[in-house]
């Protein structure tokens, strides 16, 4: 079992920028690939950033890529979504998500996640 909690949302103006954080509890954090995804009032959640168990691999809709990075800190049992030149259409609430097993290329897939944190709220101004 592992707890994931997000924190670092909030208002800011396009064009601006914004780091959120997943904290994980447990001591296997490291056998987890993570994931964020969003999902905006009336829409489907969707695929954002995912990152390998050792976070060497990263995986990046095609909307944020180039803008966002998704990294991790093992040792702090964080993962993090650094969000660049944020747009309007980025506005959602965000959420990370783990997995022990990823099947084929399923970081996209919220079906592969197994746990999930209860989301952060960002909104962009425009």
């Known amino acids: 079992q592992v707890q994931l909690v997000e924190s670092g949302g909030g208002l800011v103006q396009a064009g601006g920028s914004l780091r959120v954080s997943c904290a994980a509890s447990?001591?296997?954090?490291?056998?987890?690939?993570m994931g964020w995804f969003r999902q905006a009032p009336g829409k489907e959640r969707e695929f954002v950033a995912a990152i390998s168990r050792n976070g060497e691999s990263t995986y990046y809709a095609d909307s944020v890529k180039g803008r966002f990075v998704i990294s991790r800190d093992n040792a702090k049992n964080t993962v993090y979504l650094q969000m660049n030149s944020l747009k309007p259409e980025d506005t959602a609430a965000y959420y990370c998500?783990?997995?022990?097993?990823?099947?084929?290329?399923?970081?996209?897939?919220?079906?592969?996640?197994?746990?999930w944190g209860q989301g952060t709220q960002v909104t962009v101004s425009s």
């Open positions: 998500a783990a997995s022990a097993y990823i099947g084929g290329n399923g970081y996209n897939r919220v079906g592969q996640y197994v746990f």
């Open positions: 447990g001591r296997t954090f490291s056998s987890y690939h």
